[in-house]
């Protein structure tokens, strides 16, 4: 029921948020030094539990939740910036899979850069960030954020979503440089993966994978992941991974008191 509860909850918050940029003075937070909203985890005091509610999300659940949120215009806007936090949910054994440290390489997040489209609102790059410690969460938060940047990525409007041909914020990877897996001293080859994402609520965005087979063509990946925007310290954008700070505590209650 509290599953049920936290998407009827989401529905309800689900809008086409406003964007960025870094020249255009028509985008708001254009640098990193303005101001920054960290996503909200109320009513839970931690990202982390967010994150674990998330987990426990069926497959169909998620299905739900994402194709049922807005579909972005081409002049919306991209809602994050700067560097944000991330989790894998899912029920499934490939989810849980996915979220071991030494299999996602200490995947946390992305961070998008500042040099914006002037007419859509959307920043024109992402890398990846790798933090060893991220998936312990009894480290302490300044050595758990910290890590590198890798897996670049162009990041674009587009018209048609491979899930529902509705319109989508796209990460295509094709020029990205295979990933380094010092674990099991192996190459990861990304330049086959796109990424479509969708708002779900302010500072809580939803991404579904796809691995491209072709100029028009693609497999799903059942692998969904969830971006939250993070903020420095004092308030301003993370350009870095260890510059994070994760959301302060408390907060609004989601409409009609419902948790999730």
């Known amino acids: 029921m509290a599953q049920l509860a936290f998407i ?44 674990a509610v998330l987990d426990g999300l069926s497959n169909s659940q998620l299905d ?10 081409a002049q919306t806007g991209f809602p994050l910036r700067g560097c944000t936090f991330g989790c894998i949910p899912g029920t499934g054994t490939i989810e ?13 997040g992305k961070c998008f850069n500042f040099d914006i489209n002037s007419t859509t609102g959307t920043p024109k790059g992402l890398l990846n960030a790798f933090s060893p410690k991220y998936d312990y969460s009894s ?27 509705k319109p989508v914020w796209t990460f295509n990877y094709t020029s990205a ?11 990861v080859v990304v330049d086959a993966i796109r990424d479509e994402i969708r708002s779900i609520s302010p500072g809580f965005m939803l991404g579904r994978m796809y691995v491209q087979t ?23 954008f993370a350009t870095t991974p260890g510059a994070r700070a994760l959301p302060a505590l408390g907060g609004l209650t989601l409409p009609g008191g419902y948790v999730f």
């Open 214 to 236: 072709g100029s028009d063509s693609s497999v799903e990946m059942p692998i969904y992941f969830a971006l939250f925007q993070a903020c420095t310290a004092d308030g301003k």
């Open 8 to 51: 009827a909850a989401l529905a309800l918050m689900i809008g086409a948020l406003p964007g960025l940029h870094v020249a255009d003075a028509a985008w708001p937070a254009t640098k990193p030094t303005d101001k920054c909203t960290p996503f909200n985890p109320a009513p839970y005091k931690t990202l982390d539990t967010v994150c």
């Open 139 to 165: 480290t302490p938060q300044k050595q758990r954020v910290q890590g590198s940047l890798a897996g670049s990525a162009n990041v674009y409007w587009a018209p048609k979503s491979y899930s529902d041909g």
């Open 64 to 73: 739900k939740l994402y194709l049922g949120a807005a579909k972005p215009a």
């Open 177 to 187: 440089e295979s990933l380094i897996d010092l674990a099991f001293k192996t190459k």
């Open 96 to 108: 849980e899979f996915a979220r071991l440290p030494d299999i996602n390489m200490g995947w946390s």
